[in-house]
């Protein structure tokens, strides 16, 4: 294509943290299915996943991502579609709920490990570009093991164009040097291909409603990999073919 900026040797692979290289979205699905046998003395299921998943939308802008802002969402729900009628042992009940989730161990997909050794093996510079609460991103990457792999850490409030264009410049690189390796389309794929990176989907079985995002397929700079082991051999390519 015409305007298609030229690709060049890869140099910069960055991963996203939830779901790609750890288990995340169960956390929040399992604390869902709790908090919604709370609420459905009070309110009915469509009334609760209507009103919830409107204001936690809302809300990113104010909280951003993560376990904090999510039972916020949850509190502030509960004053909407049934005012009144939460008891104190049910709001220590949902506040529990949320330290739980924030004590949970971290599980690492299988592969991540081999993954990243392998690709830094290419000559490639490792990138973790996370979204999310600092603290949580944090105690995550630390409880997964694979902190030293990495050569930079970026815990950012969303992931754009802009975002990305801004670690890049941070690190002295270029786009048509850089790789991200996630598992979700709207963050981790799209706002790299518009600026002229490539992009790697590993599609997980959970994805967050409002992360939901059909794949580019047919995209020069897209590829799809059905696991973590399936990356480094994608990066080598690109990385021979230069
Ligand atoms: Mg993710």
Not at 122 to 131: A, D, M, P
Not at 179 to 208: C, F, Q
Request: hydrophobic share 45%; proline share 5%.
């Amino acid at each position: 294509m015409q305007d298609e900026p030229l690709t060049k040797k890869p140099s910069i692979v960055a991963f996203d943290g939830d779901d790609t290289l750890w288990f995340h979205e169960h956390v929040f699905v399992t604390a869902q299915e709790r908090i919604r046998a709370i609420m459905q003395q009070y309110v009915s299921e469509s009334l609760w996943s209507e009103t919830f998943s409107r204001i936690e939308i809302e809300n990113l802008r104010h909280y951003g991502y993560g376990v904090k802002s999510f039972i916020l969402s949850v509190l502030e729900s509960a004053t909407v579609a049934a005012p009144g009628r939460l008891t104190s042992q049910e709001v220590s009940q949902i506040l529990e709920i949320g330290k739980s989730m924030l004590q949970q161990d971290v599980n690492v997909l299988q592969g991540a490990h081999d993954a990243l050794t392998s690709v830094r093996a290419e000559g490639c510079r490792l990138v973790l570009i996370t979204k999310g609460d600092p603290v949580e991103q944090s105690y995550k990457l630390e409880a997964s093991g694979l902190v030293e792999l990495f050569d930079v850490i970026e815990i950012v409030r969303e992931k754009t164009p802009d975002t990305y264009r801004a670690i890049l410049a941070k690190l002295s690189g270029t786009a048509d040097t850089f790789v991200m390796v996630g598992n979700t389309i709207k963050s981790d794929v799209l706002p790299v291909l518009d600026i002229g990176g490539r992009a790697i989907h590993i599609p997980h079985e959970l994805v967050w409603e409002h992360e939901a995002a059909p794949a580019p397929l047919g995209h020069p700079r897209f590829a799809q990999a059905p696991s973590l082991e399936a990356v480094p051999p994608l990066i080598a390519n690109w990385v021979a073919a230069h």
